[in-house]
């Protein structure tokens, strides 16, 4: 599944222009034109790294990182900020924004930052396990342990289980599971989730054990206990 990148950017032209090449280098892309459209763009689709404009209509990059830091989602953020915005920046990064160029910037050195910043997400996120009740899911070999048993996957099962695992005790509605494990438009009508959801629980809850992906009736799917 290739990188999707959010691009929060309230001037169109320069918006254009930032997904042309993204999508050209490779990546997925969606624009959020301000900054309320980039968190529930970032809430409900987590896309791999956020480019967010320091200035924006609404809410402005800063609020935008706050917000997101203070509800624990570590999505890598790129700030794009004003040559002469230096004290910006430098709060910026104290909030927890991760990296940032100053406009206007190269796109070689864009494209050079994008990258440098999703290898460091990337081995961060495959060194630690996943852990949740006694369910421990290891990104680097992809197997799961119930305990002590040892569950193996398909790639889509593995996928769906990690999502859950990055995701615990958030209900995850039909539409978000689908946009994050299925990249492909596989029409309304289709049951490939539940079909899923049967092959995971089949795999990590055995008869004896506690069921830890909960049916949330008419919205999605909640790993809870
Ligand atoms: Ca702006």
Known sequence: MSERILIVEDEEFIAKALERRLRHEGFKTTIAYNGRTAL?????NSPSLVLLDLTLP??????????LRQNDIDVPIIMLTARDAIPDRVKGLDIGADDY??????????????????RRALSIKTEEPYQFADLTLEPASRLAYRGK?????????????ELFMRHPNQVLTRDQIFDNVWDYDFGGESNIIEVYIRYLRAKIEKEHEPRLIQTVRGVGYVLRE
């Open 40 to 44: 529930v763009q970032i809430y409900n």
């Open 58 to 67: 609404d809410i402005d990059g800063i609020e935008v990182t706050r917000e």
């Open 101 to 118: 160029i100053v406009k206007p910037y190269n796109n070689d050195e864009l494209m050079a930052h994008i990258r440098a910043l999703l």
């Open 149 to 161: 048993r040892l569950i193996k996957f398909t790639a889509k099962e593995y996928d769906l289980l």
